[in-house]
């Protein structure tokens, strides 16, 4: 088994590098895309050096992965112009893509179980209840401060930050991005903390 885990990882990562240089072949625009990466470029060298000793679930795992994929297409295309979002737009008579709406629900369901797996392994919190308190603490900390990026990005490049922004003229869209960071961090926490448990247990016995 963890010869057959350490298989797929190393496929996820060449996927990742292939993804990562396909998204950024012909982008949209070349500096929104380097700011909508950037995240991946940092996480993926953390994960792989990290490994030997302090090795994730798998269930954490994939979710990285699937939002690292989340966000290398919205670096390709810009989060307003990604033509998933057109569809979703088109199928729900949305007044604006909201493609950027599923990078921060997955900006709370991925740090969620980041941040319960690192809080469970070094016995930080006891008390389930006082667990998913943090949990959600951390994952509106991590939005607070993606937010405050943005906010930055936006006074250093001024007209130039649009695209990174991706507001698209809603006055609210801070907020939404917030309380769908939030809203990520409770699937993560209702849907698959039992199976996030039993990965837990199955990689200390191992």
Request: glycine content about 8%; some cysteine; charged content about 15%.
């Amino acid at each position: 088994m963890p010869g057959s885990r350490m298989h797929w990882l190393i496929l996820a990562a060449l996927a990742t590098l292939a993804l990562l240089v396909l998204s950024g072949w012909r982008p949209y625009d070349r500096a929104t895309w380097f700011l909508e990466v950037l995240p991946v470029m940092i996480a993926l060298p953390v994960l792989w050096l990290s490994y030997g000793r302090f090795p994730l679930t798998s269930l954490l795992y994939v979710c990285i992965f699937l939002h690292a994929a989340v966000l290398m297409l919205g670096g390709t295309y810009t989060y307003a112009r990604v033509p998933l979002g057109f569809q979703l737009q088109e199928l729900f008579e949305l007044g604006r893509n909201p493609y950027d709406k599923i990078g921060h629900f997955f900006q709370g369901f991925v740090p969620a179980l980041a941040s319960r797996e690192i809080l469970i392994r070094g016995s930080f919190v006891r008390g389930r209840r006082m667990l998913a308190f943090l949990v959600v603490c951390v994952v509106l900390a991590v939005s607070a401060s993606y937010e405050l990026i943005e906010w930055a990005v936006a006074l250093a490049f001024g007209q130039g930050a649009e695209d990174f922004l991706g507001t698209q003229g809603d006055p609210w869209d801070t907020q939404s991005d917030m309380f769908l960071a939030l809203i990520g961090a409770l699937a993560a926490l209702i849907l698959f903390g039992r199976l996030h448990d039993r990965q837990l247990k199955r990689l200390e016995s191992s």
